[in-house]
C-alpha cells in the first residue's frame, strides 16, 4: 500500500492498496480443468485474486454530513472509496467493482461509528461449461441465483466498541463488538415503483444498466470477541458472529450471502450445503458400502 497525507494540502489522506491471492494445488482429476477466461498462466493455479482499492480521506464532514451535530471529541471523517477485484477458480470468475461515499466518527467512549449512505457495486459472473452445465442440471435454485450478473446500491450503517486502550500492552484484557446493517437496492426500488417500472417476472427484480438485475435485500451481522489474559502466560480469546439476510428480488448476491460446509469448516458437507437436508443417502451407499449413514 501506499499513502500521500496530504493530498490537497489540507491533511486529506490519500491510501492506494493492491492486494492478490495465488493458490497452487494439484489436480488429480485427469481431465484438463477449464478456467472461465482459459488463460493459460491462470490455469497452473487453482485460484487467483487480485485487485487495487483506493480509499481518499477528507478530515472534515462533506455534503451531507454538515447537516449532523457532533460532539468535540468526534472527528469525523469523509470517506471516498473505490475498488476492484478479480476472483478466479476452476469452475467461476468474478469480478467486483465498488465505489462508496461515506462518514466516520467517534461516538461515546470506546465506541466508533460509519455511516454510508451509498455504496454501488457491479458484480460480473463468469462461468465455465462445465460449472454452467452443472448449475443447469442441480435443483438447488439457490446456488444457480448466487452466481447472476447484478448491480447492489447499499446503504449501510456499522458500530464499533473497542476497548482495547494500547497494543503495546499485550497483555490487556479487552472486548470487541461489531454490528453491521445494510439495506441493498430498497430506495432504488421505491422510485422505480413510483414511475412504474415493471419488475422482471422470473427473477423479481428491476433491472438497470442494460439489463442488469438489481440485487434488492437486507441484511445484518455481529462480531463479538472477548480476550482474556491468563495469568500472563498467554491469552483465550472468545468469538461469537452471525448474520442473517432476507432477500426482496432472488436470493442475497454471492458476496453478501452466508455459508458453512467445506473443507475448512465442517467437512460433512461441500461447502454452501450444510444441514440434512442436502445429504445424498443413495450416493452416500454407493460410495461407502460397509458404512453406516452418519444420519
Do not use: C
Not at 477528507?58 to 454530513?65: A, D, H, M, S, W
Not at 439457490?142 to 497494543?167: G, M
Not at 450444510?274 to 451407499?285: K, T
Amino acid at each position: 500500500s501506499d499513502l500521500n497525507r496530504n493530498t490537497f494540502r489540507g491533511s486529506e489522506l490519500l491510501e492506494v492498496k493492491l492486494r492478490g491471492g495465488l493458490i497452487a494445488q494439484k489436480n488429480f482429476n485427469t481431465q484438463q480443468q477449464e478456467t472461465p477466461f482459459g488463460i493459460p498462466f491462470l490455469q497452473s493455479f487453482n485460484t487467483v485474486q487480485f485487485g487495487p482499492q483506493i480509499n481518499l480521506t477528507f478530515p472534515k464532514p462533506l455534503f451531507p454530513f454538515t447537516l449532523l451535530n457532533f460532539s468535540p471529541n468526534a472527528q469525523p471523517k469523509t470517506i471516498i472509496s473505490s475498488s476492484y477485484n478479480f476472483q478466479q477458480n476452476v469452475k467461476y470468475a468474478l469480478t467486483l467493482s465498488n465505489i462508496s461515499y461515506g462518514l466516520s466518527y467517534n461516538g461515546k467512549t470506546f465506541t466508533k461509528q460509519y455511516i454510508v449512505p451509498i455504496e454501488v457495486s457491479l458484480t460480473h459472473a463468469y462461468l465455465s461449461n462445465a460449472f454452467s452445465k452443472q448449475l443447469d442440471g442441480s435443483s438447488n435454485s439457490f446456488l444457480k441465483n448466487s452466481f447472476k450478473t447484478h448491480v447492489t446500491t447499499v446503504s449501510r450503517y456499522t458500530f464499533i466498541f473497542n476497548n482495547q486502550t494500547t497494543q503495546a500492552n499485550q497483555y490487556k484484557t479487552f472486548t470487541f463488538f461489531k454490528l453491521n446493517a445494510e439495506s441493498g437496492g430498497n430506495i432504488l426500488s421505491g422510485v422505480y415503483n413510483l414511475i412504474g417500472e415493471k419488475k422482471d417476472s422470473l427473477g423479481g427484480s428491476y433491472h438497470m444498466f442494460n439489463n442488469v438485475p438489481l440485487a434488492q435485500f437486507l441484511r445484518s451481522d455481529m462480531d463479538f470477541r472477548a480476550y482474556r489474559t491468563v495469568k500472563k502466560l498467554g491469552r483465550f480469546v472468545f468469538r461469537a458472529y452471525g448474520g442473517m439476510g432476507y432477500a426482496f428480488s432472488w436470493v442475497l448476491p454471492y458476496e453478501k450471502s452466508f455459508f458453512a460446509g467445506g473443507p475448512n469448516s465442517i467437512r460433512a458437507w461441500t461447502a454452501r450445503t450444510l444441514g440434512q437436508g442436502s445429504f445424498n443417502q443413495e450416493r452416500f451407499n454407493q460410495a461407502n458400502p460397509t458404512k453406516q449413514s452418519p444420519i
